[in-house]
């Protein structure tokens, strides 16, 4: 994220929110309450007894046409049964509103529960998540992009190429895992690669008691599909192997039952986990931020 955003964000009038509410998508004013700024700035709302989160962003951080193109992505996964934070129209009919001065905002129903995050301990858990993860990838195969809106989603390949330059002057660790993993990457497959969530982390899924809906969808990009099973699985790293094991094989369980991929990608899971951690530490030290403890998911490779 760039300093432009930072100033943007924190210099946006939280005031303008409950007559935005009201005018465009006939919510109650008096419900408005600010939720996070740590990406978007996000209010939650309601409207006839129901909730909503408004989403505000602006073009310093993604253009009209990117977010438009991922509202595509969202409205279609909606359309098609995946289990996601369902994007509702404004007034107008439209699904992305654009604001003065650059922002434009999108509005979503509320998703009944609470962050997964808060349920790695449940191992019965992992396999309704691991299944509606498949329900993900098995509707993305189908996906085609809107061709009149002029962005096209990135792949982990151009990803990877963008962050050489941080790489190049890190730590001599950071560039021999950076090496090792262009030449694994190099070698894998072509196919088991579509779009994905991005981003298919514990705190961007929703728990209802029966089921993992997944929200935040700001980095669809194309990648083999195994990576979003690896972003789900990174924050047991610290596990015991057996536990690790376990959690992905009741994650496998439930995702196999809805989209099938070769069960090689398995053998696969510590590069793409290690693979995801060097991209997470490349992208905090190009923000002149401190990496913390994914330094050691991208140095030390651990089975699953």
């Not at 007894?49 to 505000?56: H, K, Q, S, V």
Request: charged share 25%.
């Amino acid at each position: 994220m760039s300093a432009e955003w930072f100033r943007v964000r924190d210099s946006f009038d939280h005031s303008r929110v409950p007559q935005l509410v009201q005018r465009r998508w006939h919510g109650d004013p008096a419900s408005v309450r600010f939720i996070s700024s740590a990406y978007n700035i996000v209010f939650r709302f309601e409207r006839d007894g129901r909730g909503y989160y408004l989403r505000i962003c602006h073009v310093v951080l993604h253009s009209l046409a990117k977010a438009r193109q991922v509202m595509h992505f969202l409205r279609y996964l909606a359309e098609q049964g995946v289990p996601v934070g369902e994007p509702v129209p404004a007034a107008s009919g439209e699904f992305l509103e654009v604001l003065a001065d650059g922002y434009f905002a999108s509005a979503q129903s509320e998703a009944p529960g609470e962050k997964l995050s808060g349920y790695l301990h449940d191992a019965t858990i992992f396999e309704a998540w691991g299944n509606s993860l498949g329900k993900l990838h098995a509707a993305s195969r189908q996906y085609r992009a809107d061709t009149n809106i002029p962005y096209q989603f990135p792949t982990v390949q151009t990803f990877w190429r963008n962050i050489a330059p941080a790489i190049s002057t890190a730590s001599v660790d950071l560039r021999r895992a950076y090496a090792e993993l262009t030449d694994w990457m190099r070698g894998l497959p072509p196919h088991d690669y579509g779009l994905i969530h991005g981003d298919h982390r514990p705190g961007n899924v929703i728990w209802d008691g029966m089921t993992a809906r997944a929200i935040d969808f700001d980095e669809p990009n194309y990648h083999w599909y195994a990576a979003d099973i690896s972003r789900a699985l990174l924050e047991l790293w610290d596990r015991a192997l057996e536990e690790r094991q376990a959690r992905r094989r009741a994650f496998m369980r439930g995702y196999l039952r809805e989209h099938r991929i070769d069960e090689w990608w398995i053998e696969e899971l510590p590069f793409f986990v290690q693979h995801r951690a060097l991209l997470m530490v490349a992208w905090t030290l190009q923000e002149g931020g401190n990496p913390g403890r994914a330094l050691e998911w991208v140095v030390k490779r651990v089975g699953w």
